[in-house]
């Protein structure tokens, strides 16, 4: 069965520190790998997607990145947080098709 | 104008009712999806749809195409039921809706 992981689950950061999450996906192969955020009392925003390896469009302008150096690996940066950066931040996956996806635990992340 | 418009935004229920709701979307669309939030953050997919109607358990999700609406139905609410559920729709992009706070009182 396929298993979607996400860390740290929670993260303080201060201003202007730099951020790197974490997502992977096992018991799937050539996912669609999705990067969201729910802002307090907002809904999703999808921020990212990867149809493959390398392969990142981005949905939003922002300060941050999305990295796919692996197959079932999605990682989101920053280089430089901003107060506003403070969210729930969500990895997904899914088929090839825009189908069901499928959600990971979340990181609640603070930047202070 | 939100291409997804949920309703209610919260919702307050006794044990034993039964609960509606309501998602209406202003774009083309290949599928609708309900998921469900739970307290702590985490996500389920409960429905995808494209047409008709689907059960799983206490649940049933409808949706009319033409009407641009769909619902999602809890019959017999049960505390464990709350939780906040998005309507979430996939077309040229995704797009969700802001949700809707279920609190199920026992």
């Known amino acids: 069965s396929q298993t979607i992981h996400q860390w740290p689950a929670t993260l303080v950061q201060p201003v202007g520190s730099p951020l790197s999450l974490e997502c992977t996906v096992e018991?799937?192969?050539?996912?669609?790998l999705y990067w969201y955020r729910q802002a307090a009392g907002r809904g999703l925003q999808l921020l990212f997607y990867s149809v493959g390896i390398g392969q990142i469009s981005s949905e939003v302008p922002q300060n941050l990145s999305a990295s796919r150096p692996q197959d079932r690996q999605f990682i989101l940066s920053s280089k430089k947080l901003l107060l506003s950066d403070s969210g729930f931040y969500l990895c997904?996956?899914?088929?090839?098709?825009?189908?069901?996806?499928?959600f990971g635990p979340g990181t609640r992340l603070t930047v202070l | 104008k939100n291409e997804v418009e949920q309703s209610p935004q919260n919702l307050t229920a006794q044990e034993g009712e039964f609960i509606t709701i309501n998602c209406s979307y202003s774009v083309g669309i290949s599928a609708l999806h309900w998921l469900q939030q739970h307290p702590g953050g985490g996500i389920v997919s409960l429905f995808m749809?494209?047409?008709g109607k689907k059960k799983h358990g206490r649940l049933i999700a409808t949706i009319n195409i033409q009407e641009k609406h769909s619902s999602l139905h809890i019959t017999a609410s049960h505390p464990r039921d709350s939780a906040v559920y998005i309507c979430?729709?996939?077309?040229?992009?995704?797009?969700f809706g802001t949700g809707t706070s279920l609190t199920v009182i026992p």
């Open positions: 018991g799937t192969s050539n996912p669609n």
């Open positions: 979430a729709l996939t077309g040229n992009q995704f797009y």
């Open positions: 749809l494209s047409s």
């Open positions: 997904a996956w899914s088929g090839i098709s825009l189908d069901t996806q499928y």
